[in-house]
């Protein structure tokens, strides 16, 4: 792993799976954008394989419905669309790993929240909000 | 001491909030029906919603996640989006319930239309939702809620025969399925799922860490142990005054009549009330964990500490369960029916909310010391084996007995 | 030479599904049928809690549900007598009550009873309708003392009533 990562990581082996899958996901300004719905490994058969990123959105999510339903909200969702129904967070804006993935820069930044972002301005609107 | 007033007060809060329709229809009714038998099964629900709760408390007070956030790690995606759609199903069922209690309990007070108080009723809980703040709300339900201690004063008043009520604190099995009927019935108005939602949200509202945990603990057992007496008055004040005389309590209007007979019209005032408090505090619990579920399953920013505009779809979610469960309210559907198919459809949904929190309860990786210690393992597991064989008879039983209609 | 992976990443305790088509679509159709049949069940079971028919039992029930308003009936009027209780909740749960009275009174009138049952199903039906107006002179003047006394002796009787109906072979 990288030296520059959070301390969060200097453990000797962190479990992908249970310990960062399905994460809440938190940007430096400590506002939750999403969880870690997948992760994007790079590498090749038989090499070395390294987790590159954490990928957000409806459309990965609906990949990992098994099944029957799976497809259907597949077919409804669309297949990923990168920027669109799917977001792509490098590996190295991970600042640490604790009870939830903390990132370095901010949500709007990095493409998350966005429906939060948009609808802010909307409730805003309303008094006392 | 300023803290321990604080924490006093809290559980004082936590007691009056308590009870919601579901435990006003069934004990009620379990009284009416069969006398002080059913004591028991207001005992188990209780433990039941105390180990829950308790867990769920701890785990997010050490681990800073709430229920939902933990059941999508530990069930997996697909599974925790079936639990994620039947809790939702359930809680606007339950919202639904309450809402039209509310405006059932407007109505004996102030005789106008249905949809009126129906409307009225969802309306204002939003307003007082949105202006007040978390701990605000729960002081001014739960207060008022105390006034709910006349059902205990009305059986303290008729002098209950304490042999038969030691008698039904003691389980027993009968035959007869609508006993059962009954049985689930109790538990699982005790043991409703989203008061779970909310309390494990509620404490990562509150900041909690780990030093909370002797709260927790207190709030558990010194509220929900108060609360289980109020339960217990209600189905024992019904024992005395209904099941003798054979009156069938259907409606809402029996209940506060239960008050009115040994203390005239303030009682009945006082009992109006503290219903009005209790069931519209429920309403609010109820679909305040139907948006922290939905934020916490799929990540959003949440809390009543954010403002509404920090947390929008957060915010729009809670909005939309109540003005969802009005319009089910105006379908003409009996509250009293809603109330039953929401108590029996939430156990069915119980075991797939209730095991996540029990696996990270007892998990050493994410809770290190405050794991489950002896007493919360063996009741953890007990319950979990108790859950599991209510869900699966809960609905035969309902089909059984046509929703306890005999 | 590195390729990007874009992963499932399935947890451990995700059951594996073959991926064969076969057998695929084997599991699909194993599936689908055990779940029309359990409609036909439903639908069985359905059909059999009687609409229609009104056996002694279900005409025990009924008149045992008119004697439980009755009684509640009385109770309330009781109050309203002894000007104990508030003059909107006597009118706004008689009503509750009447409507009770009334649905009941429905439904016997319109299921076709067992042999022998249709005396006593005719009494059941017009007692009903007594207890509906009893409750709806209480819900008329809910704060009148001497008429919710009226009121309480009249659905006292009707409860005597019931009891007697159900108590007679």
Redesign the interface.
Known sequence: MPEHVGHGLDEDRID????V?????VDVDG?????VD???????PG?P?EV?AI??GPGV?A??????P?RWWQRRVGP?RWGANARRVPWEQVEDIT??VALRGQAEDLGL?A??LE??????R?P?? | MKALLQIALGIIAAIGGFLDIGDLVFNIQAGAIFGYDLLWAVLVGVLGIGVYAEMSGRVAAV???PVF?VI??RLG??AG?VTLVASQVVNLLTVTAEIGGVAIVLQLLFDAPFSLFALLGALGLIVVI??LPFGGIERVFGYVGLLLFVFVAAALHHGPDWSAVGGGLVPEAKSSSLYWYFVIGVIAAALMPYEVYFYSSGAVEERWGPKDLRVNRLNVVVGYGVGAVLSMALMIVAAQLYEPTGVDPSSLGTVALAAQIPFGEIGLLVALLGMLAAIGGAAIDASLAGAYNLAQF?????GKYR???????F??TWVCFLLAAFALAMTGVDPVDVTEYSVVFSVVALPLTYLPVLLIARDR??MGEHANGRIATTLGWIYLVLIVGLAVTAIPLLLATNAGGG | ?????????M??H?TA?PRLPGLAAGY?QRVRRPSSSWLLVLAAGLAATGCGGLSRDELERGIGSLEATAVEGRILALGAAQDRTKATFTRVHARDLAEQAQHEAEKLADASPDAGLDGTRDRAVALAGRIADALSALQTRPGAEDGALEVRDRLQQAADEAARLVAAR
């Open positions: 992908l799976a249970y310990r899958l399905d994460d809440q996901l506002r939750r954008c999403g969880k997948d992760l994007e490994l790079t590498g090749g090499g394989l590159t990928l957000v999510r990949a990992r419905i098994a099944g029957r799976g990923p009870s939830r929240a429906g939060d609808l802010s301005p909307l409730v805003a309303i006392g909000s | 681990t800073k996640r956030d999508r790690e995606f697909t989006l949105w202006v799929l990540g959003w920013e949440w403002r509404a505009r920090d947390a929008p779809r915010t729009i990786t994410f | 030479m590195s390729s990007v992976v874009r992963t499932r990443l947890l451990s995700h599904r699909a």
